[in-house]
């Protein structure tokens, strides 16, 4: 059974950081794109980051870029997201994703080309 489980989230104030991390398990995890969303009340889930399969390229949503970093341990099958200065507009559930097909990006800033998700983490950034 594969299963994706976050950790890290919480409560903190603006210009904080934090630390995400998503263990996979049941799956291979090499060869597969891992992704980061986030969804805010009342809102559609949005693209946050992705990493390739070697960990050596990155994409960030425009609203990140500078801020998250997206990381991976291929030996630890876990995806980390480093979040600095956070702003109140970061509050949302954050959801790590492995993507749906080996060695591809087909659509890697859609939820679509995701095929396991995890439960999600609330991040909540007071002002």
């Known amino acids: 059974q594969v299963q994706l489980v976050e950790a890290g989230g919480g409560l903190v104030q603006a210009g904080d950081s934090l630390r995400l991390a998503c263990a996979v398990s049941?799956?291979?995890?090499?060869?597969?794109?891992m992704g980061w969303f986030r969804q805010a009340p009342g809102k559609a889930r949005e693209f946050v980051a992705v990493?390739?399969?070697?960990?050596?390229?990155?994409i960030y949503a425009e609203s990140v870029k500078g801020r998250f970093t997206i990381s991976r341990d291929n030996a630890k099958n876990t995806v980390y997201l480093q979040m600095n200065s956070l702003k109140p507009e970061d509050t949302a559930v954050y959801y790590c994703?492995?993507?749906?097909?080996?060695?591809?990006?087909?659509?890697?800033?859609?939820?679509?080309?995701?095929?396991?998700w995890g439960p999600g983490t609330q991040v909540t950034v007071s002002s």
């Open positions: 990493i390739n399969w070697s960990g050596d390229n990155t």
């Open positions: 994703a492995q993507g749906r097909n080996r060695y591809s990006y087909n659509s890697y800033g859609s939820p679509a080309a995701y095929v396991t």
């Open positions: 049941g799956r291979t995890f090499s060869g597969y794109l």
